[in-house]
Structures are given as structure tokens and as C-alpha cells.
């Protein structure tokens, strides 16, 4: 009788997932860019995204590039980066018609950890030197829901990757940000923001650890962040803005168990409700490359539209006190 009434259970949801399948695919253009990205905003400028090697990461490069951007791809594990380098110049030479080398120079891979300040300051350091501008900065890589681990510099993993890392890296290229001016900063952080707080008395989760807080907070953390920042940027033509990207096929949940006897009942569900890395992208490639959003900044969107936020996450007292303690924390001196 059990076993009866698990396969009817796995029938109804399988046929669940194949009539939402059949209607989320059925409608034209499943994949569309629903903003859409402007060649002529985007030829020739130079832009920076942290874990472009896989992912949402990988799907704005890929765009971006196709409207004609010059891309720099700051990643982590250099080998796999280049590995997805070589493939993206594939697949662009083959749209274009043209061999692979010749988008050789409209793609750059260097080395980026986020979770050591001493990388950050070397990859910044290298940029300024051979980079004369910077148009679009898209701060995208992210770790989700790990085990309790420490950065380099000893911070709790998700909220140094996610939120100190990129606090940093921003602040470094600011000065080419302003000098490259209009330009633009994206932010990508998750609806997951809602179930964070920002607690200043144990920001690096000494005194008690859950990786799934853990991770909303980093998310809350990062649209703390933009919104100052996007108060500190008032008249420099530079905009900040924060995303989220909805839930994606990505492996950014590869430190969540999945029961075997599950997984493919959750493949099946992922396949039929989570977006495609493209579909994910979107947003990201919208704020980076839309004519619609110039001279915005300091504004939350999904799925290329404005969002509202919770009061936390505009309370301007939290983000302030959040940026000094981030200032400090990876020795940023005044």
C-alpha cells in the first residue's frame, strides 16, 4: 500500500511538472530577453563579472558579448575559466560566422577568489594598470548555503564571498568607475534577503551559525550596500542598482543534500519551475546594457522591473553602520 501510494504521488507530480512544463514552454520566445539589451549602448565597452565561468555569471557574458562588449571575466578557479572562455568565443565566432580567435580580445579572463582580500587587492591592482576604463561592474559570484568555513582573512564564507569580497572589489575601482563615466555597477542578490537580519554583534556568526540565515543575511547585506552606495554616487553619473534573479538551474545550490531516492523528482521539478541560466540572466543583462534604466540607481528589480523592498532593507541608519563596519573589516583606510 506505501509503495502504491508513493508512485501515485510521483505520477501526480510528474504529470504536474509536464503540464506546467508544456504551458511555461509553450507560449513564444521561452527564452527571450524580456528587457532587452541595446548594441549600439554596448559596443566596445568594457566589462567586469565576477564568476562568469559558470551560470548566471556565464549567461550575461555570453549576451553581453553578443551586443558587442568587451568582457572581462573575474573567476576564481582560473582553468575552468578559461575552459568557458574558449567555449563562449566558440559559440560567438559560430553566431557571427567567424573563427573563434577573432573575439579573442573582446574576452578576458583573470584571476579573482572573493573569499581572499589579497586576491581582490591583486586582481584590482592589475586591472587599474591595464584597464584605461571600466563601464559596467556586475557583482555577481556567490556561495550559497555552505557549511560553516572561514575566509582567508578569517570571515564567515558567505558573508565575506558575498558581501565583503565584492564590498571591496567595488570600492578599489570606484575611482575608474567615476572616470569612465556614465557608467554602471549591478548588484545580484536573491528574494531570499527577506528571512535576513544584520546582526552587529556577530557578523561573522561566531556565536551561532544557520547556513540558510546566514546566507539571506549576506543577500540583505549586499542590498544595504548598494543602496548607500548609491547615496554616496549622488552626481558622479555612476548608478548602482540590486537584483534578484528568481530561482535558477545553477550549481550554486551544490552544498545542498539532496536525499538520492529524491533526486530525480527533483531534477524533474527543477527542469519544470526553475529558470535557465539565460532565462536568470536577464535581469542582470537588462540594468547592464537598457537604455530604460539610465540615471537610475539605488533601486531593487526583478525580472527587469522594479521591485519594492521590506523597511529593513531601506533602513539608511542599518546601511550606513554596515558600510563603516565593512570600511573596517577589510582595511579600507579613510
Not at 549602448?41 to 557574458?61: C, D, E, F, P, Y
Not at 580567435?101 to 594598470?129: H, I, M, Y
Not at 526583478?302 to 521591485?307: F, H, P, R, S
Request: with cysteine; net charge neutral; hydrophobic share 40%.
Amino acid at each position: 500500500m506505501a509503495l502504491a501510494t508513493v508512485a501515485a504521488a510521483l505520477l501526480a507530480a510528474l504529470g504536474g511538472a509536464l503540464w506546467l512544463a508544456a504551458r511555461r514552454f509553450s507560449g513564444p520566445g521561452g527564452q527571450r530577453m524580456q528587457g532587452g539589451g541595446d548594441r549600439s549602448l554596448m559596443h566596445g565597452k568594457t566589462v567586469l563579472i565576477t564568476g562568469a565561468n559558470s551560470g548566471l555569471g556565464r549567461a550575461t557574458a555570453a549576451e553581453l558579448l553578443r551586443l558587442g562588449a568587451r568582457v572581462i571575466m573575474g573567476c576564481r578557479d582560473r582553468a575552468r575559466a578559461e575552459e568557458a572562455a574558449g567555449q563562449l568565443r566558440q559559440e560567438l565566432g559560430q553566431a557571427a560566422g567567424q573563427e573563434p580567435d577573432a573575439t579573442e580580445g573582446q574576452l578576458v579572463v583573470k584571476e579573482l577568489d572573493l573569499a581572499s582580500l589579497r586576491s581582490v587587492r591583486a586582481f584590482c591592482q592589475e586591472l587599474l594598470q591595464e584597464e584605461p576604463r571600466l563601464d559596467v561592474l556586475i557583482n555577481n559570484a556567490g556561495i550559497f548555503q555552505c557549511p560553516y568555513m572561514k575566509t582567508e582573512d578569517g570571515f564567515e564564507m558567505q558573508f565575506g564571498v558575498n558581501h565583503l569580497g565584492h564590498f571591496l572589489l567595488t570600492n578599489l575601482l570606484l575611482g575608474l568607475l567615476k572616470s569612465s563615466a556614465p557608467s554602471r555597477i549591478v548588484v545580484v542578490s536573491s528574494k531570499l534577503y527577506k528571512y535576513g537580519d544584520i546582526n552587529f554583534e556577530d557578523l561573522n556568526s561566531e556565536q551561532s551559525y544557520n547556513k540558510s540565515f546566514c546566507y539571506s543575511r549576506s543577500k540583505l547585506a549586499n542590498i544595504l550596500f548598494t543602496r548607500e552606495l548609491a547615496r554616496r554616487l549622488e552626481g558622479t553619473n555612476v548608478t548602482v542598482n540590486v537584483l534578484h534573479p528568481g530561482i535558477v538551474r545553477t550549481n550554486l545550490g551544490r552544498h545542498i543534500h539532496i536525499p538520492l531516492l529524491a533526486r530525480p523528482l527533483f531534477n524533474l521539478v527543477s527542469w519544470a519551475f526553475f529558470k535557465t541560466p539565460l532565462e536568470g540572466a536577464q535581469t542582470s543583462i537588462y540594468l547592464a546594457s537598457s537604455p530604460e534604466v539610465e540615471g537610475v540607481s539605488g533601486r531593487y528589480f526583478g525580472d527587469c522591473k522594479e521591485e519594492e523592498l521590506l523597511p529593513k532593507a531601506m533602513d539608511e541608519s542599518v546601511a550606513r553602520k554596515l558600510w563603516d563596519i565593512s570600511e573596517v573589516m577589510v582595511g579600507i583606510l579613510k
